[in-house]
């Protein structure tokens, strides 16, 4: 089996819509992530350009945009000890007066696991009540959470930016913009960088200079279209995808469908997407051959993981 096997067998398939058995063994929720090893990681940390860094991560703060119209949580942040809070209601357990020398502060968080910059996992979306690989709610969902997925390994690897935007001469694609395969080779043409199996693609639409009003950013979002998909993954090899939006374009071209690009993505191609991914000063910096390296948070059982992405650009001749 080539390292880059770009298509799997099928578990079940109904009207044409595939989910994919792992080659990598029956637990596997991984996908294409199993590429990755430790001499890969290797080759490509010793390609960095550390002269230069880029964070691809955005803020999280109160009243960004979340995806909540299906009741998810947004993101919010509160207090759970203040100085003076503390030393009246001594919940610290210290003496009276200590917290006056000593003031204490503390806070939490709740969001949607899909809130600002993450990974999606391959048991966010299905086909069939089927996940990549055969995972199910019969088999492998517990009261809160998946039994499996949400750990990753530690992300090193060679990425590339298709900065769709620029190269369609515009600063933001248009409101539900389609992204073509003729999108997506003419970005290749005109930036004169090839992406190879086993890259992470970037695909920069622009939208992220809406970032952070959710009335402008979210609604009707430009994004892949299926066509498009299956090209980055079937032709290209794309180890993940990661988009500066929602990834895929919103409303759907074919009705009576949710998020179908997503669908395909995990539980055919067992490729994961990042969203939301910050591509303004790749962009700005003209850097489209890159080092991308990233941690998803370890959350057992999860959907998708909070992360934090750095990238470097990869040296010339490398």
């Known amino acids: 089996m080539s390292n880059f096997q770009l298509t799997y067998d099928a578990l079940d398939v109904r009207d044409g819509l595939q989910v994919s058995r792992s080659p990598w063994g029956e637990n596997d929720v991984l996908g294409r992530l199993n590429w990755m090893t430790d001499s890969t990681r290797a080759a490509a940390l010793a390609e960095a350009d550390g002269s230069s860094v880029f964070d691809l991560g955005v803020t999280y703060e109160v009243g960004m ?30 003496d009276p007066g200590v917290h006056d ?3 204490y502060a503390g806070a939490a968080i709740s969001m949607y696991s899909h809130a600002g910059t993450h990974l999606c996992s391959l048991t966010h979306f299905g086909h069939n009540g089927m996940f990549w ?9 517990a009261s809160r959470s998946w039994t499996l997925g949400g750990v990753t390994p530690p992300i090193a690897v060679r990425a590339v930016l298709l900065d769709v935007a620029a ?27 090839t992406p190879r199996s086993g890259d992470i693609v970037l695909i920069r639409t622009g939208r992220m200079r809406q970032w952070p009003d959710p009335a402008a950013f979210l609604p009707s979002p430009p994004g892949l279209g299926m066509a498009a998909a299956r090209y980055l993954c079937e032709e290209v090899g794309a180890m993940c995808v990661g988009v500066d939006c929602g990834g895929e374009v919103l409303p759907p071209s074919e009705p009576g469908t949710f998020l179908p690009v997503h669908c395909y993505m995990f539980a055919t191609a067992g490729t994961p997407m990042f969203e939301n991914l ?8 003209g850097v489209h051959d890159l080092v991308f390296t990233a941690a998803p948070l370890k959350i057992a059982g999860t959907t998708g993981m909070p992360v934090r992405p750095i990238a470097y650009p990869r040296r010339t001749g490398s």
């Open 65 to 94: 945009p979340c995806w909540v119209e299906a009741g998810d949580p947004k993101f919010d942040i509160y207090m759970t000890h203040t100085p003076r809070g503390t030393a009246i209601d001594r919940l610290s357990g210290a």
């Open 101 to 103: 020398r000593y003031p």
């Open 133 to 141: 690989n055969g995972v199910n709610e019969f088999d492998h969902l």
């Open 167 to 193: 190269a369609r001469g515009v600063e933001e694609l248009a409101a539900s913009h389609e992204i073509t395969v003729e999108d997506l080779t003419l970005t290749i043409d005109a930036q004169q960088t």
């Open 278 to 285: 910050y591509l303004e000063e790749l962009s700005a910096a």
